[in-house]
């Protein structure tokens, strides 16, 4: 190979092959060549660009940095193409009207960089393994919650139904007997065992939920009749406050695949929910239409409303909004939560509209054909 050669082949590296930044510039600024290098890690043809443009920055004493006399590693950062600013290092060389401008990256700089980003991974990689650790004990403890809660709730639930049941007897049989404070006393009782007997079967919901272990049982369903016989069961709660409870049905309603005895906890919380924040001589309107294959089915009620702030809150669990029932209901801040959980294990969706003052529906679709989540 001649030295012309070997020079010729030098050029052709630089300006093909070589991982530097090659430009020639014009005195006035303008650049009339870029290597390949140059073009690809800055995503574009600079050529008839000004020097500026190059950089990150635009500095208008880089024209003077880089267009005077020979400069020797001058830091400048570099518009790369990902977006991110590159540090290279600057030389220049004159040649007659034009400049060329070489670029290079410090490799020991670069080195240094590596391995740091070595160390960083391997805490990454470190807290990552502690992190999975901790997340198996998370679910290892959460199971054991599950459990307790579980057997909890179970021994309680027995309990619990005899005293309900024992004060409701005492009551009937013996009501008129009692003194006006024993009588209370007992109609406490029982109030207080009623509520935390629902407090129970609703944590005993959840960690079915939770757990994983809620599974439903498909079945065909006439939905008429199914509404219509869970609007007479609340119709009794409702008719203590002077509530009536509207069936809205229209009359080509299809069949539908549910799980009975979910869908039937969904609906008598709903109700139990408008018959419980509604006024006395009020209406709560049960109601269902036919989309696309999908049920939506309404519970209407016209009494005091939800502030718009805390709709979000309603199916969360243990959430409570600032109304209040209106002869002193209690509510265990479950329930809503667990209907929610059903309507989406049929595949579902629930929402609630409502405006202070003018009441509130709920609405949740089911798919008419059999759709169950994977």
Not at 178 to 186: G, Q
Request: hydrophobic share 40%.
């Amino acid at each position: 190979m001649t030295e012309e050669d070997y020079k010729n082949f030098l050029i052709e590296y630089v300006r093909e092959k070589a991982n530097i930044i090659l430009l020639e510039v014009g005195e006035g600024g303008t650049i009339a060549y870029a290597n390949r290098f140059a073009c690809e890690i800055t995503g574009k043809d600079f050529v008839g660009s000004q020097l500026v443009d190059f950089f990150t920055v635009t500095n208008s004493n880089i024209k003077k940095l880089l267009l005077g006399e020979k400069a020797e590693k001058i830091m400048l950062n570099v518009n790369m193409a990902d977006g991110l600013p590159q540090t290279f290092y600057f030389s220049t060389y004159k040649n007659g009207a034009s400049t060329y401008i070489i670029a290079e990256l410090d490799y020991k700089e670069l080195e240094g960089l590596k391995k740091n980003l070595i160390y960083v991974n391997n805490d990454l990689n470190n807290i990552s393994r502690e992190l999975h650790k901790k997340n198996a004990q998370l679910e290892q403890l959460d199971k054991l919650k599950n459990q307790f809660l579980g057997i909890a709730a179970h021994d309680l639930r027995s309990p619990l139904s005899n005293i309900m049941m024992c004060s409701e007897y005492v009551l009937d049989m013996e009501g008129e007997n009692l003194s006006d404070e024993a009588r209370e006393l007992l109609s406490m009782t029982n109030t207080s065992s009623e509520y935390m007997l629902s407090l129970i079967n609703n944590l005993l919901d959840v960690v079915k939920i939770e757990s994983g272990k809620f599974d439903l049982i498909f079945e065909e369903t006439d939905l008429r009749i199914f509404l219509d016989s869970i609007v007479r069961f609340n119709a009794i709660l409702a008719n203590n406050k002077d509530i009536q409870i509207k069936l809205n049905l229209p009359t080509d309603l299809p069949p539908i695949f549910i799980d009975r005895n979910k869908i039937t906890q969904v609906l008598n919380n709903l109700i139990t929910n408008a018959v419980k924040f509604s006024a006395r001589g009020t209406d709560v309107i049960v109601s269902a239409t036919l989309k696309e294959k999908e049920v939506y089915i309404s519970v209407q009620d016209h009494g005091q409303g939800i502030p718009e702030n805390e709709i979000s809150l309603l199916f969360k669990p243990f959430s409570k909004v600032s109304v209040r029932s209106t002869a002193g209901e209690k509510s265990t801040g479950l329930g809503l939560s667990i209907v929610k959980s059903i309507v989406t294990h049929h595949n579902g969706k629930i929402w609630a509209e409502s405006k202070q003052g003018q009441g509130s529906v709920f609405t949740f679709t089911l798919p008419q054909e059999i759709n169950k989540l994977t």
